[in-house]
């Protein structure tokens, strides 16, 4: 008989308004919710895959049906890893666990991560694309904002042009930019002299997934972080000497239990460690939200693209996100299963 019920959904939520990064334009963002009951208590997870693999709802649905029996077998969360693939259908599961978990043993989420109080985090809050004067313009907006993050297209002159209309915009931040792989290496040394100028903290995959060896010995001034070139644990030695920091995503890497394991050996190989996020709700970000408590950088505004979040939400206030025990890992989060 089986331990666990599996149940899923298919959700879509649109973008405020359209978001581009090099090579994409989103206006939407397609989630899958997974829900785990033991008949008494259930259990929720959210993801949104990783779209540059095809790793959209189809796929995760499809994935989720794959294993459905073994799933409903009751896995613990390291049977689990075994049992699935990386990426947004273990991702939605793995959550659902914890916070099956949670609710049973009647301890938050955060506590059975081994974190006592989960402090309020700086999260960085993402310009998408544009001109450079509106790009400065969505700065101003973010008035609360300590820590911005700029998408790249590629276009070097323009590139440039939009950080140095951010940065002229917002003297007071720390600033990050995300190159999403538009970048060759030997357009890596104008593209840093001029964010190093603009006192940029962070410059967030400029080469393509697959190139990673052409950092190899690069001297640069500023942070490179690995994003599409770190999916899952087994890519974190191969960052060393070529990176400085790894940005963990949930559904790259397949869930919270990954993710965790990722903070600490990125930590123990002298790797700086960021937490980031697919768009989607504040239920993807509740457990995201876990892993930033090990983190240099926080980048968890997903929701603040959309529409509409859904209730409960996590805050954003200060520019800081803070994640209350309603919203995902504990009994205050669902009430029990019919």
Same mark, same amino acid.
């Not at 990673?212 to 640069?220: I, Q």
């Not at 942070?223 to 974190?236: G, M």
């Not at 520019?319 to 299963?337: E, K, Q």
């Given at each position: ?60 649905? #499809?994935?989720? *049906? =794959?294993? !459905?029996? %073994?799933?409903? &077998?009751?896995?613990?969360?390291? $049977? ?80 440039? #042009?939009?950080? *140095? =209309?951010? !940065?002229? %915009?917002?003297? &007071?931040?720390?600033?990050?930019? $995300?190159?999403?792989?538009g970048y060759t290496r030997d357009q ?76 600490r050996e990125a930590k123990s190989l002298g790797l700086g460690v960021m937490v ?63």
């Open positions: 008989m089986a331990r666990f019920s599996l149940h899923y959904r298919v959700e879509t939520h649109r973008l405020s308004a359209p978001f581009r990064i090099s090579g994409f334009t989103f206006e939407t963002s397609d989630v899958v919710v997974a829900e785990l009951s033991d008949g008494e208590f259930t259990g929720r997870g959210e993801a949104a895959g990783v779209y540059y693999f095809g790793d959209d709802s189809d796929h995760i649905v #499809a994935e989720i *049906e =794959a294993h !459905r029996h %073994a799933i409903e &077998d009751g896995p613990d969360r390291e $049977d689990l890893r075994r049992l699935m693939p990386a990426g947004g259908a273990r991702n939605a599961v793995d959550c659902a666990l914890w916070d099956l978990e949670a609710k049973r043993e009647g301890v938050p989420a955060h506590r059975l991560a081994g974190i006592a109080d989960p402090k309020p985090l700086i999260t960085t809050f993402t310009l998408g694309a544009d001109e450079p004067e509106v790009m400065a313009e969505g700065a101003r907006r973010y008035a609360d904002a300590r820590a911005i993050k700029v998408k790249l297209t590629g276009e070097l002159r323009l590139d440039i #042009a939009r950080v *140095e =209309a951010i !940065r002229a %915009a917002r003297p &007071d931040v720390w600033l990050g930019v $995300d190159a999403n792989q890596l040394d104008p593209l840093v002299e001029a964010l190093n100028t603009h006192r940029v903290s962070l410059l967030e995959q400029p080469l393509a997934r697959g190139r990673e060896a052409d950092l190899e010995g690069y001297r640069c001034p500023i942070p490179i972080a690995a994003d599409e070139s770190a999916l899952t644990l087994d890519d974190v030695a191969g960052l060393v000497a070529r990176f400085d920091v790894i940005n963990i995503k949930l559904d790259k890497c397949g869930g919270l239990t990954e993710a965790l394991l990722i903070a980031g996020n697919m768009v989607g709700t504040s239920l993807a970000m509740a457990p995201a939200f876990i892993v930033g408590q090990h983190c240099d950088v926080v980048d968890l505004d997903g929701p603040t693209f959309l529409i509409a979040d859904r209730e409960p939400s996590v805050e954003y206030r200060d520019g800081m996100i803070r994640c209350p025990d309603d919203v995902w890992g504990s009994r205050a989060a669902l009430p029990a299963a019919a």
